[in-house]
């Protein structure tokens, strides 16, 4: 039956709900793994933990203020979300222990804290990488990190350290991996320092010791292979028998080769040039060789005309032009000096290619400017003409994952040290489940006292505080599922403590609306008519107070750090939650009981008998001027 006119037509209100919670609990069992399990954090779940060490040429000790920075980088760049609630501890004078909550693996958490160095570097020349047959040549184990001396000879400088993994692949990721074989000695880069400002570099006169110290080593095990390197300027003529020697070179050494033997040696593959320390390629004034993330293509590089301190931020997207092959994107803008910087490589690129051009008019292919991240291209595009707008990085190993986490890396920032990896672990709950058990039980309780006062103070609208309740609480649920889900977000227990205090905020909406409702029937209206004037006299109130909690809790999250944040979080959706259950369930319930006359029966409601002095003695004197006559009825209509 349609709803009398003026009179609210609480289906919609009903139905948009409905659509709603059909909405969300869809995605909750038809999408990501289809299971109604919220993403639980570090304190309640337990996850995973990895311990690294600061890389330094002389292996001293970094500067305290680098190390705090690169602490803060790498908790940027893991919670990048701001609601997953990491924990990045610094620990002795130069070891950083990085713990994140649920299944992550040590290769996601080795991404997350590569360097990422971004350069932009022209494209000399281009060759595919051809692997010799026979075992795969790696880097092998790492020179052990010694301080440099006169005296140091090359075999000394050889001497294997343990390594953590034996095997420098290819990366399929977005950065390379900071520890492809990380050795446990403080100092396995030939070039360790990766930041740009001397205040906070080691002295690159020790890096250059340790690169020395490094190719001296080479050069003692290559024999008189390194001589005939030397003379090769074409890979093809090369024998690779001949220089089979270079197989058995460290990642430290392979990374002290000159650069054009480098290149043209067949047997320095791509998986011994992906295999290199993540400050291998550190100096951007040197010309250097490196390969794409799949490792088929060596690229010789020009030195570096645009740095990463160029590019003003980076976010990651999806362009339908380019599906299905590559639609994910990583654009990078640029500062006003960096877009000037790399307008002028655009163009010097272009100039290049029509020189050869010019000299050679069989030549093919475009102008090409490599987009290096630490040692890998990550793109080489094509040049068509020059740049002016803002640079765009595609193709490749770039898929959804990786475009966000090549984002992340290069918006927070290169670190300002290298580090290896030195321990990988999983571990448990820092609270337990007892713990997580007395914080349900916290809010059980606090949830049983709302309902009971309800029930005891307002009697059958008590009843309607409890549907609303369970209709707010399922939407809590479900948008914790896909907030873990999509966004990272990780339930702890000061997100739960969040959730318990807001038990309270949605009570008090309940509280607001049915204590104006009692005024009106005080002042003689009936339910049913008092339900529309109080719900607009309510309205303001509830709106003014869930506006006060949300700033409160959205300026708590800017401004707090680690579990408070969660707190906050929590707090913040539950205060939105109310909202949405006050307007689209609890007043359309009051408005369709108030009609029933069973609900408006003083006993049941308890708010017939709410009347002032002076609305009863209008109802008697009404009552006796009646053609009918009988004693005086509260019972509303």
Same mark, same amino acid.
């Given at each position: ?7 609210? #037509? ?52 970094? *500067? ?65 990488? #051809? ?22 000879? /090359? ?35 030939? !070039? ?67 650069? #054009? ?12 040039? *992906? ?19 799949? /490792? ?107 475009? #966000? ?12 040290? *290298? ?12 609270? /337990?489940?007892?713990?997580?058990? @007395?914080?349900?039980?916290? /809010? ?13 103070? @307002? ?177 509303? !209509?």
């Amino acid at each position: 039956m349609a709803a009398p006119a003026g009179h609210l #037509k609480v289906s919609r209100y009903f139905l948009v709900l409905a659509v709603i919670l059909v909405a969300l609990y869809a995605l909750v069992f038809l999408t990501g793994n289809k299971k109604p399990h919220p993403k639980l954090g570090l304190d309640l779940q337990g996850g995973a933990a990895i311990t690294l060490s600061a890389l330094t040429p002389d292996g001293k000790a970094p *500067n305290a203020a680098s190390l705090d920075q690169a602490r803060q980088i790498i908790a940027n760049r893991v919670n990048a979300s701001g609601v997953t609630e990491p924990e990045v501890v610094t620990e002795g004078n130069r070891n950083l222990v990085v713990s994140v909550a649920g299944g992550t693996n040590a290769d996601e958490l080795k991404k997350l804290v590569a360097p990422a160095k971004l350069t932009f570097r022209k494209v000399l020349e281009s060759a595919p990488d #051809k692997p010799t047959p026979g075992p795969e040549p790696t880097c092998g184990v790492k020179v052990a990190a010694v301080a440099p001396s006169p005296s140091a000879s /090359g075999s000394k400088s050889a001497s294997p350290s343990p390594s953590t993994s034996g095997s420098a692949k290819p990366s399929s990721s977005a950065s390379a991996s900071p520890s492809a074989s990380p050795s446990a000695s403080p100092s396995a880069s030939a !070039s360790g320092s990766a930041s740009a400002s001397p205040s906070v570099n080691p002295s690159q006169s020790a890096a250059a010791a340790l690169k020395a110290q490094a190719l001296a080593s080479a050069q003692a095990k290559l024999g008189p292979a390194y001589a005939m390197a030397e003379q090769i300027s074409d890979p093809s003529q090369a024998d690779p028998n001949a220089l089979a020697a270079f197989r058995t070179l460290t990642c430290t050494e392979v990374a002290a080769l000159p650069a #054009k033997m480098q290149f043209f040696v067949p047997t320095v593959t791509c998986s011994m040039l *992906n295999g290199r320390d993540p400050g291998a390629l550190e100096d951007d004034k040197d010309a250097v060789v490196a390969c794409d993330q799949g /490792g088929t293509t060596k690229y010789a590089l020009d030195v570096a005309k645009v740095q990463g301190t160029d590019v003003a931020s980076a976010d990651n997207g999806y362009d339908p032009q380019n599906y299905p092959t590559d639609p994910w994107i990583v654009k990078l803008h640029f500062t006003g000096k960096g877009q000037g910087k790399w307008t002028a490589l655009t163009q010097e690129a272009m100039q290049q290619q029509q020189q050869q051009q010019q000299q050679n008019p069989q030549s093919q292919g475009g102008a090409q400017v490599a987009i290096v991240l630490d040692n890998e291209v990550v793109s080489a595009p094509q040049i068509q003409s020059v740049i002016v707008g803002d640079a765009v990085i595609n193709g490749g190993d770039i898929d959804e994952k990786n475009s #966000k986490l090549l984002a992340t890396q290069l918006k927070y920032g290169a670190l300002p040290l *290298n580090f290896a990896l030195q321990d990988f672990e999983t571990v448990s709950p820092t609270l /337990g489940l007892q713990q997580m058990g @007395y914080g349900l039980l916290a /809010g059980a309780i606090g949830l049983i006292l709302v309902v009971a006062y309800c029930l005891f103070y @307002y009697r059958a609208m008590g009843l309607v505080v409890i549907a609303s309740l369970a209709a707010s609480g399922g939407t809590i649920f479900a948008a914790l599922v896909l907030l873990g889900r999509y966004m990272g977000f990780t339930l702890s227990l000061a997100g739960i403590a969040g959730f318990i205090v807001a038990i309270g905020i949605t009570a008090d909406s309940f509280v607001v609306f049915f204590e104006r409702l009692k005024d009106e029937v005080k002042d003689g209206r009936t339910v049913r008519s008092a339900v529309p004037r109080a719900w607009i006299r309510a309205r303001r109130t509830i709106l003014s107070a869930d506006a006060v909690s949300f700033l409160a809790a959205a300026v708590l999250w800017l401004l707090a750090a680690g579990p408070v944040k969660g707190f906050a979080f929590t707090l913040g959706l539950s205060t939105v939650i109310d909202l949405l259950v006050v307007f689209l369930f609890t007043h359309p319930l009051v408005a369709l009981l108030s009609r029933s006359s069973a609900f408006t029966t003083p006993r049941f409601s308890g708010l017939g008998n709410l009347r002032s002095d002076k609305a009863l003695e209008a109802a008697a004197l009404a009552a006796v001027k009646s053609p009918r006559f009988g004693a005086v009825r509260t019972k509303e !209509s």
